[in-house]
């Protein structure tokens, strides 16, 4: 315990080390940082003033509520230095994953398309869903079949997709996930994931670190995080 | 020159707006019938220049980068001088 509450990483040794991206606000990084553990990798908190990220063989960006949400969830974050290091990393062709507050923060900075904005029925919505496995080019969803469900808890009042261009999305395979059987927050054509063009950067208000222990319910989510192995 | 600064900010019309429909739904439920409710956010600030015209293309600037959302969102802004000899 000793381990987890005074170092910085959780494992040790030659590991992939993967960028745990905190503001001031977020919230799931702990619960991130585990997952990452679970799978055999390395996570390092990376605090939101750091511009290099060259060290790490992938990011994510947890969710939370960066900034208090102000202006626009993800708005506040999305011009901190650390934006600079994450899109530098994606031109090093190294994958990115945002979770919840994270998926926002990768809509406003523009890496992946479209926005997630309030809900249709406007309250905050904490459930969990049965998800499509839309599309599998995405590090993340590799291991999945397409068409496979997923079963992984929601937990946003921003969430609701939109894009200004849906068949750009469809013709280009960037559909990750769509929900199944009911769209709980009136998202364009239920999407709730989606990549950009190389599929290296997947925004998904899901979250996966949320299932990855049977005690919790499902361990669906492990297979997100085994994206970066 | 101190200019007063006024952005008004609303989202695209044809979008869904919760927020507006759940105020026209309440002041539906206090005997007020409305319709086409908005919500619009005002962002005031002052800021020292020459030229309004300058400031007004510095704060479309700052309107694209962070004050909106360009996907779903329109502005609108107003440069006033303080200035009124």
Redesign the interface.
């Known amino acids: 315990m000793k381990l987890m509450l005074f170092h910085r990483t959780w494992n040790k040794g030659d590991v992939m080390k993967i960028g745990v991206i905190r503001f001031p606000g977020t919230n799931c990084d702990r619960d991130v940082a585990k997952a990452i553990g679970l799978v055999g990798m390395e996570a390092e908190y990376v605090w939101w003033n750091n511009q290099n990220l060259t060290d790490f063989d992938g990011v994510v960006i947890p969710g939370g509520f960066s900034y208090g949400d102000y202006l626009r969830a993800g708005a506040m974050a999305s011009i901190t230095p650390v934006i600079d290091g994450i899109k530098a990393l994606v031109k090093e062709e190294k994958p990115v994953l945002g979770i919840c507050n994270g998926a926002q923060i990768l809509g406003e900075i523009g890496l992946v398309p479209g926005v997630f904005i309030t809900n249709e029925n406007p309250k905050f919505n904490c459930e969990w869903v049965d998800l499509k496995v839309s599309s599998t080019r995405t590090p993340f969803t590799k291991d999945f079949k397409k068409g496979q469900t997923v079963k992984i808890p929601i937990a946003h009042a921003e969430g609701r997709f939109y894009t200004e261009d849906i068949d750009l999305l469809k013709d280009q395979d960037q559909i990750v996930l769509q929900f199944k059987d009911k769209n709980p927050n009136g998202s364009m054509e239920a999407i709730t994931s989606i990549c950009d063009e190389s599929g290296l950067v997947c925004a998904m208000m899901p979250h996966p670190e949320r299932a990855c222990e049977e005690i919790l319910g499902s361990t669906d989510g492990l297979n997100f995080f085994k994206g970066f192995l | 020159m101190l200019f007063d600064v006024e952005v008004k900010i609303s989202l695209k019309s044809g979008?869904?707006n919760?927020?507006a429909t759940?105020i026209e739904r309440s002041l539906d439920l206090l005997g007020y019938e409305v319709k086409n409710t908005k919500t619009i956010e005002i962002i005031a600030f002052q800021i020292e220049g020459e030229d309004g015209e300058a400031i007004k293309e510095d704060v479309v600037d700052m309107c694209e980068?962070?004050?909106c959302?360009p996907?779903?969102h329109n502005y609108e802004i107003n440069v006033i001088s303080q200035n009124l000899e």
């Open positions: 979008m869904l919760p927020e759940t980068r962070l004050l959302n996907v779903i």
